[in-house]
């Protein structure tokens, strides 16, 4: 008999068949994935086996499938690492090493067969690990955590890290007019090392104010925005498949109606959002959705536990415990040390600039909203160490990338070498990276000076490097046309002085780092976006559309005109087509609509 002879196809579904398989007298079945034209079969496993995997597996007949993680939480990384070294796939893996599939096993493990070998999975993992190395394995487990009320100063921390998905409570969605019902609180993190302070009481009044004068700019402004656009003269496409835009007279269909009303609410809604959320302060409670790999979540870990926040030590304590009941091997690395070598390197820094450039802690207001940031033009070795220093310097400033620029630039080559040196310290493993000032080098890098709401909406773009100085009152805020309209200039213009002065206070008494919580979203933060062209192809147009905050469409805009006139090749090539430079009032109208039109297509109008 020869060997293709002893294979009889019984059945098969899709690119999963099942075999007679001859052995001499015997004859077992087998199943293996493949086509037998386009794809040969491979990986036989005696059906019997192959019936304890399914259950653990989805699309089970296809030879593209997916893990169920409800039921491999945790252990999926270290099959997918074990499976890289042998000649087989994840199920045989499953099978053979990380399911109970003897009787006896059963017995000994006190489980049905089946299932997985819980008992012994800590030391079959811990093995993996230290046979394929941690890091590379940390990559294939993930975990989904939610962060409820958290501050949204703790959610920058949080979405620094890159390699993570983020979903956030958005300010302009949401309303933050509640309190809570049984302490009449405001939503707002009371930090407690300013609480411990002798400024608490005072930190509690203002905040209390912030979100009281929020309340009422929000009714004052959604009411003015009824006059300037009532519904009767409100116009939207909500009809299916047609892109004419209607009055509320024009509509007849009731399911049209109660979508017109519907966007026409959200419209004023989301415009008053806007506006208003220029008074609530960094320590505004929010929600947010992180999923990430192991390795990310250490280093998050890592990052949070480095502080000296109260509340980020709080989070991380939690978040690790958290993790531990899902993915505990693949954050063990993870504690309060973990950072030792960076916080070094800030440490060092820091004095550094105190002792050799003092005045580039002085708050100097930027020139533009937008500058692009140029190297000098000087010895090639000299303009190197600039950079470098400058963008590791940054964080630590309180002026523009330029000002810093311009006084490094004059020093001279050795010095700035020394400098360089004595910041990278001595490492001691190779973990002891640097930080992301030593990223410098993109074609397209800006220094941006806008307002916090600009910053929260800009800060989750991945494929860039983005740095940013700690929030302050001192370098800018700008109170919006619509807030001076309805006569309320005055009292945020008053609100953001005694907040200014709340910040002093703090910054002297507790730290610059606490004295963040009470700045304002409407405060002015300065940050840096550096990227290249396919980045920037993506983001701008992206950040442009016409729903985007005006905002940020405006600092994208002035980007891009930046951009093209450096650049002027790229102007005919078609690579910004998609930038839009127009000006929408009523930026979300057109987009809501068109949920409106889809929801009444699927009869979905129902709440």
């Not at 269909?253 to 806007?274: G, H, N, P, S």
């Not at 550094?352 to 930027?366: D, N, T, Y």
């Not at 000098?376 to 470098?388: A, M």
């Not at 016409?546 to 600092?555: L, S």
């Amino acid at each position: 008999m020869t060997n293709a002879s002893r294979y009889r196809k019984l059945e098969s579904s899709d690119r999963k068949a099942t075999f007679a398989v001859a052995n001499g007298s015997e004859e077992t079945r087998q199943v293996a994935y493949g086509d037998g034209d386009m794809l040969p079969y491979r990986s036989f496993v005696a059906e019997e086996a192959f019936s304890l995997v399914e259950p653990y597996i989805l699309s089970p007949e296809s030879n593209i499938t997916a893990l169920n993680m409800q039921k491999l939480s945790g252990v999926a990384g270290a099959m997918l690492a074990r499976q890289s070294r042998i000649q087989g796939t994840v199920v045989d893996v499953l099978m053979k090493e990380f399911l109970v599939t003897s009787p006896d096993e059963a017995v000994e493990l006190g489980v049905e067969i089946g299932d997985l070998k819980r008992a012994k999975l800590d030391g079959i993992i811990e093995r993996i690990l230290i046979q394929y190395g941690d890091d590379s394995v940390q990559e294939l487990e993930t975990a989904t955590v939610l962060f409820n009320s958290v501050s949204n100063l703790a959610t920058k921390v949080i979405e620094d890290r890159r390699l993570g998905g983020y979903i956030e409570q958005s300010s302009r969605y949401v309303y933050y007019t509640d309190r809570d019902p049984v302490t009449g609180r405001w939503w707002y993190v009371r930090e407690p090392r300013i609480m411990a302070s002798r400024l608490g009481g005072s930190y509690v009044v203002l905040m209390d104010k912030a979100f009281d004068v929020y309340a009422r700019l929000a009714d004052a402004l959604t009411a003015h925005y009824e006059i300037i656009k009532p519904v009767d003269g409100a116009e939207y496409a909500v009809r299916p498949n047609d892109a004419t835009k209607y009055r509320l007279a024009d509509l007849t269909d009731e399911k049209e109606i109660k979508e017109f009303k519907r966007v026409y609410k959200f419209d004023l809604k989301t415009k008053a959002c806007d506006t208003a959320r220029i008074v609530l302060p960094a320590s505004t409670l929010t929600n947010v959705a992180m999923v990430a790999n192991g390795r990310t979540f250490e280093h998050l870990l890592k990052r949070l536990y480095a502080t000296d926040n109260a509340e980020f030590q709080d989070i991380a304590e939690r978040l690790h415990a958290t993790l531990n009941k899902v993915i505990p091997k693949y954050v063990k690395r993870a504690s309060k040390n973990g950072e030792a070598y960076t916080k070094g390197v800030d440490a060092r820094t820091v004095t550094q600039i105190a002792r050799e450039f003092p005045e580039l802690l002085q708050f100097v207001r930027s020139k533009s909203e937008v500058e692009w940031v140029i190297d000098p033009e000087s010895d090639r070795r000299v303009e190197e160490v600039v950079q470098y220093l400058a963008t590791t310097y940054y964080p630590f400033c309180r002026v523009s990338f330029a000002t810093i620029i311009s006084t490094l630039a004059a020093c001279p080559y050795e010095r700035l070498v020394s400098l360089v040196k004595e910041i990278i310290g001595e490492r001691m493993t190779r973990r002891d990276r640097l930080g992301r000032g030593f990223e410098a080098g993109y074609p397209f890098t800006f220094d941006i000076t806008g307002n916090f709401g600009i910053f929260r909406d800009l800060h989750r773009h991945r494929m860039l490097t983005q740095q940013r100085q700690l929030l302050n009152p001192h370098i800018g805020f700008t109170v919006p046309q619509d807030v001076e309209d309805i006569g309320m200039g005055d009292e945020v213009r008053s609100l953001e002085a005694e907040i200014r002065g709340l910040y002093d206070e703090l910054a002297n008494e507790v730290s610059h780092e606490a004295a963040q919580y009470c700045v304002l979203f409407g405060h002015h933060i300065r940050f840096t976006m550096g990227f290249n062209l396919r980045e920037a192809q993506h983001f701008l147009e992206l950040r442009t559309v016409p729903q985007g905050h005006p905002d940020y469409r405006r600092v994208c805009q002035t980007m891009h005109n930046m951009i093209i006139r450096r650049t002027p090749w790229l102007h005919d090539t078609g690579i910004f087509t998609f930038v839009d430079h127009n000006d929408y009032p009523w930026s979300r109208a057109d987009a809501e609509a068109r949920q409106s039109q889809k929801r009444i297509a699927k009869g979905l109008t129902e709440e």
